[in-house]
């Protein structure tokens, strides 16, 4: 069997994602490699089609228990014989795996590398000789990796300590090249290939938000039932906030290290099998959880570096649907951090705790600066960040900054953050008079703004370096501040960091945005969800939401059709495929739809179809432009047989009349998105014409070859209709 038939039968896909076949060239040729790729971003595949491809067994290193149950049973799933070797197997499931091994009937064997050395498990493995050993979260190795596990060290004498090689292969979503070098050392690899993919997810939408209240700005944040994780960085902060939510009324559990095996155990297995939909958790939580359908990741608190925080955000939107990852940032989170830092004599870590600081308050595209952080060149405009969706400005605060430093002089002592805002606010209280800090000329100089404002701008003068943090929590000036307060550094601020009161926008997510008929998408998860009961397993493993959107917006009528969905293959719809496609024909008999003729539009040739605008005006912000035509060309369609993609639903809403405006409401997307993905539609050759209909003045402006006096969204419009 070649690889590309594998890849469609046991897992259904048509292609891969780059560079997964040239990974798995390179494993299938016994070279050991090393691959980083985002977290989800399809790891796991790469050393599983090669295990299925040997003809004998491959090991699979794991850190975690939950990792290995969740690969295996997604394995077995896809009648792939996998199992794994753990502390959750008795005596008797123990030995049995032991003896299928010894028989030859397991393609994939995960453990845990602290079993490696066991003088029985190295006298079996010389028996069956491994083809391929697989390290999973091979930054665990490295002790400059952001988890470092001693036990991962052992790899490299159990490699040794075989008989026969195998080839290996290592795998990790972040590795800066400090990391990948020594992930090379320590597990020995020979001249391996190294393979370094783009960082970039595209479809999480990046926010950084600081509100005067965490929990309500997270309580209107929170998607109606979508999976959810909350990251605290604390056990207490994890407590605290999981009971408030179930107070609160939502289904709610709570993970960290404080708490029983069981326990644990059974929030994770509530999560994953949808009985709960938010995870409150500690960074405890996540490592190798295979869950596609999380549509929002929060983090409560600012995590300690770049490295953890990129790794717990890609557990969002693993099934490629539009999904969140949202940053609650606060001024104590700053004052805590440079707190460590000036006591840590980890360089290293102080070096990725003032990264993640600049993150935190970075005043351009946080995408840029993610990926620029691990080393890829990438455009200064993402278009999907809070910054570059318009939900902050800059704004010069200098003055202010030096107002505090000047305060901070004149009080003399290195007093703490509570009390210098006071002091700069003008308050009335008894330390202030008692130390006589009402008689200072910076005495009230920042009274227009609130007690909290103030504290914000004084975290940012902790963040830029002007200010330090001692032992006590006491500030004091730093060499730095000095070219602050002569004005040869200006201090740049969000704006919106700067607003006492909690006026935050917010993009609710969900899956079903990107579906054509959402009740019938919601039959197919309700048919899942019974399924998956019925089999004891997470519903995504049944198949992900994107495969459930494919059958919605493709309409399968058979079983031919329905294998072209993505993520089904013949193993699938073998299985489940009839019950799907049942559901499917119904709907189409109950809602009386023409589908046949709408199916043999998608795939044959065609003339153009022209959908005319009647009464709706289309115009962006603006009664400037309108649409009158729009001419789609399905002939295009045909270049996509297994997988309509997703920004053609736009092209498809603009075609059925929407305009911007219902589009953007429709796919809970902004205007500024919408014109992305129609812009993405027109390379694509699927819209062919957008003919528009200009107000005078529009007309007069764009004769006069004077652009700027448009609404920059009207003029994009414009511009994707010549």
């Known amino acids: 069997m070649q690889i590309h038939q594998a890849l469609s039968h046991y897992f259904g896909y048509s292609s891969f994602r780059k560079p997964q076949e040239e990974i798995i060239q390179a494993i299938l040729h016994k070279k050991d490699t090393l691959a980083i790729l985002p977290t989800g ?25 939950s990792l290995m149950k969740d690969q295996v049973d997604s394995l077995r799933a896809q009648q792939i014989p996998a199992a794994y070797l753990n502390s959750s197997l008795d005596s008797h499931d123990y030995q049995e795996i032991l003896t299928a091994v010894h028989q030859k009937q397991v393609k994939l064997l995960y453990v845990a590398p602290e079993r490696l050395l066991q003088p029985g498990f190295i006298a079996l493995m010389n028996q069956v000789q491994p083809q391929q050993v697989a390290i999973d979260e091979a930054h665990c190795v490295s002790q400059w990796g952001h988890d470092f596990r001693p036990s991962y060290r052992q790899i490299r004498d159990f490699v040794q300590a ?29 001249d391996p290939e190294i393979f370094i993919s783009s960082f970039d997810r595209p479809n999480i939408q990046l926010s950084i938000q600081e509100p005067a209240d965490k929990f309500t700005a997270l309580k209107d944040l929170l998607p109606s039932k979508e999976a959810c994780i909350i990251y605290c960085s604390s056990r207490k902060g994890v407590d605290q906030l999981g009971m408030a939510l179930q107070k609160a009324g939502y289904q709610a559990a709570c993970y960290h290290a404080g708490l029983s095996h ?73 004052l805590t951090a440079k707190y460590f830092i000036e006591e840590s004599q980890d360089q290293y870590a102080k070096d990725r705790l003032e990264a993640m600081i600049r993150y935190a308050r970075h005043s351009g595209c946080l995408r840029q600066y993610l990926l620029s952080y691990f080393g890829q060149t990438v455009p200064d405009h993402c278009g999907n960040c809070s910054y570059c969706l318009g939900e902050f400005k800059v704004r010069d605060m200098t003055r202010e900054g030096q107002m505090i430093l000047s305060c901070l002089i004149r009080m003399k002592a290195p007093y703490g953050m509570t009390l210098l805002a006071e002091v700069l606010k003008g308050s009335q209280n008894q330390k202030i008079r008692k130390h006589h800090f009402d008689q200072l000329s910076t005495y009230g100089l920042l009274k227009d703004l609130s007690l909290t404002t103030i504290k914000h701008l004084i975290s940012q003068v902790i963040a830029s370096n002007y200010l330090l943090v001692n032992r006590h929590h006491g500030l004091e000036i730093s060499p730095k501040a000095l070219r602050l307060l002569q004005g040869k550094d200006r201090l740049a601020i969000r704006e919106n960091l700067m607003v006492a009161s909690n006026r935050l926008r917010y993009n609710h997510t969900s899956s079903q945005d990107a579906v054509l008929y959402p009740d019938l998408y919601q039959l197919l998860k309700d048919l899942r969800l019974k399924l998956a009961q019925e089999e004891n397993l997470p519903a995504y493993i049944i198949f992900n939401n994107a495969s459930l959107v494919d059958m919605t917006n493709q309409l399968p009528l058979n079983d031919q059709e329905f294998q072209r969905i993505n993520g089904v293959g013949p193993v699938k719809a073998d299985k489940y495929g009839q019950a799907f496609l049942d559901i499917i024909q119904t709907y189409y008999q109950d809602k009386g739809l023409s589908l046949d003729q709408r199916q043999a539009n998608l795939l044959k040739n065609q003339a153009p179809i022209t959908h005319y605008y009647q009464n709706e005006q289309a115009s962006v912000n603006t009664d400037s432009v309108s649409i009158q035509k729009v001419v789609l060309n399905p002939m295009i369609l045909e270049d996509y047989p297994d997988r309509m993609p997703s920004y053609f639903l736009c092209g498809q809403l603009l075609g059925q009349g929407l305009s911007i405006q219902a589009i953007a409401h429709k796919r809970h997307l902004r205007p500024e998105q919408v014109l992305q993905q129609l812009e993405r539609c027109k390379q694509a050759g699927y819209l062919q014409e957008l003919h528009l209909k200009l107000s005078p003045q529009a007309q007069q402006t764009l004769k006069n ?5 448009l609404d920059a969204l009207d003029l994009r419009l414009i511009q994707l209709s010549q």
């Open 41 to 65: 971003g399809g790891k796991s595949l790469c050393y599983q089609l090669p295990a299925i491809l040997f003809p004998g067994l491959t090991i699979v290193i794991s850190p975690l228990i």
């Open 162 to 190: 075989l008989d026969h090689r195998p080839s290996l292969s290592a795998f990790t979503a972040t590795a800066s090249e400090l990391v990948r070098q020594d992930i090379c050392q320590q597990l020995d690899l020979k």
């Open 262 to 334: 069981q326990e644990r155990q059974k929030a994770q297995d509530d999560f994953l099998f949808d009985r709960i939909q938010i995870m409150v958790a500690t960074n405890a939580f996540g490592m190798g959880i295979d869950k596609s359908d999380v549509r929002l990741v929060v983090h409560y608190n600012m995590p300690k570096d770049i490295e953890n925080y990129y790794q717990e955000i890609g557990r969002a939107g693993r099934d490629g649907l539009a999904s969140q990852a949202v940053l609650f940032f606060a001024s104590r989170d700053i």
């Open 705 to 709: 070859g004077d652009s700027s006096q």
